[in-house]
């Protein structure tokens, strides 16, 4: 069982800044690739941001520039740091972890971007 524990969402203004963590326990393969998603009302989850083992990274063409995605040496935490933020990037942002166990999700942390 994988359980991934998310930190760091909270409310900030348009413009402003907000760091996101996960840190994952359990019994995982630390070659895996750590993700992190989000989902706002009436929108479908989509990816923000993946980093693989390898420390490869895929960001979303709608917050690059804007996002870092990193991780810790152990393989078992991620990290998102956002910059000028703004208010469609608001709604819930969920961790994600995928090895050849399969795919873990977090409860997800709220993110709220006021204008």
């Known amino acids: 069982q994988v359980h991934l524990a998310e930190s760091g969402g909270g409310s900030v203004q348009a413009g402003g800044s907000l760091s996101l963590s996960c840190a994952a326990s359990?019994?995982?393969?630390?070659?895996?690739?750590m993700a992190w998603f989000r989902q706002s009302p009436g929108n479908k989850r989509e990816l923000v941001a993946s980093?693989?083992?390898?420390?490869?990274?895929n960001v979303s063409a709608s917050v690059k520039g804007r996002v870092t995605i990193s991780r810790g040496n152990a393989k078992d935490t991620v990290n998102l740091q956002m910059n000028g933020l703004k208010p469609e990037d608001s709604g819930v942002y969920y961790c994600?972890?995928?090895?050849?166990?399969?795919?873990?999700w977090g409860q997800g942390t709220q993110v709220t971007v006021s204008s």
């Open positions: 994600n972890l995928v090895d050849w166990g399969g795919s873990f």
């Open positions: 359990g019994t995982f393969d630390r070659a895996n690739v």
């Open positions: 980093i693989s083992s390898g420390d490869e990274t």
